[in-house]
């Protein structure tokens, strides 16, 4: 069973930023088509964003649209996700996802995907 390990949620005022980190365990991510996806209490889990493995295509969703960029570093065998101008509606947890693809488009939908990080938190509060 591949794992996924994710990385740098925290508390944080409205305004500010923060960068999650998603690292594989004992796997290389080449290949994979990395989601990022979040969820708050009572609410269903809302894909936010994507990286795909061919050419580091990505997605973003309407409500984080222009304030949050994904990123791939081969290098690092890891995935960011920086998020910036952060609002409480930002809160919740935020989980990674990844899946064998070899499409130039990734997807959000979180049924597609196999393997799963623990989640880390962020909570956006004065």
């Known amino acids: 069973q591949l794992q996924l390990v994710e990385s740098g949620g925290n508390l944080v005022q409205p305004g500010g930023s923060l960068r999650l980190s998603c690292a594989p365990y004992?796997?290389?991510?080449?290949?994979?088509?990395i989601g990022w996806f979040r969820q708050a209490p009572g609410k269903e889990r809302e894909g936010v964003s994507c990286i795909g493995s061919r050419d580091d295509s990505s997605f973003y969703g309407d409500s984080v649209k222009g304030r949050f960029t994904v990123s791939r570093d081969k290098g690092e065998n890891s995935v960011y996700l920086q998020m910036n101008s952060l609002n409480p509606e930002d809160s919740g947890i935020y989980y990674c996802a990844a899946r064998y693809s070899e499409d130039y488009l990734c997807v959000t939908k979180p049924d597609l995907y196999d393997y799963w990080g623990q989640g880390t938190q962020v909570i956006v509060s004065s």
């Open positions: 004992a796997f290389t991510l080449d290949y994979y088509e």
